[in-house]
């Protein structure tokens, strides 16, 4: 991306190195590489925040799917909960009722 606009500058200077008196020439000069500095310094500062934000986002996705994965281990392990509790009141109404079971 740099060198893109290092070379359009370089066009822009070819171009009118012609037309220019030789005393102008040096303020043309001057004028494009303090205007290619500034946005080489706008254009890094851009590319560090893309790059900050890609990471964060690459954080933020870790984070979540840790979280997705704990919640699922609680769901299951609530199920599992659930699923003695009934077996155990069923057992205990079955015991209560003095009815046979099947164990018997």
């Known amino acids: 991306m740099t060198g893109g606009v290092a070379i359009i500058f370089w066009l822009a200077y070819a171009l009118n190195i012609n037309t220019l008196n030789t005393d102008e020439m040096p303020v043309l000069r001057s004028i494009l590489y ?4 500034v946005l080489a310094t706008l254009m890094s500062i851009a590319a560090w925040w893309i790059v900050l934000i890609q990471e964060s986002q690459a954080l933020a996705e870790l984070e979540l799917l840790d979280q997705n994965e704990t919640l699922d281990q609680e769901i299951s392990t609530r199920k599992q909960t659930e699923e003695y509790e009934q077996f155990r009141s ?14 018997s």
């Not at 303090?34 to 500095?37: A, I």
């Not at 069923?90 to 164990?103: I, Q």
């Open 34 to 37: 303090n205007l290619f500095f």
């Open 90 to 103: 069923h057992t205990l109404e079955l015991l209560a009722t003095d009815k046979p079971t099947a164990f």
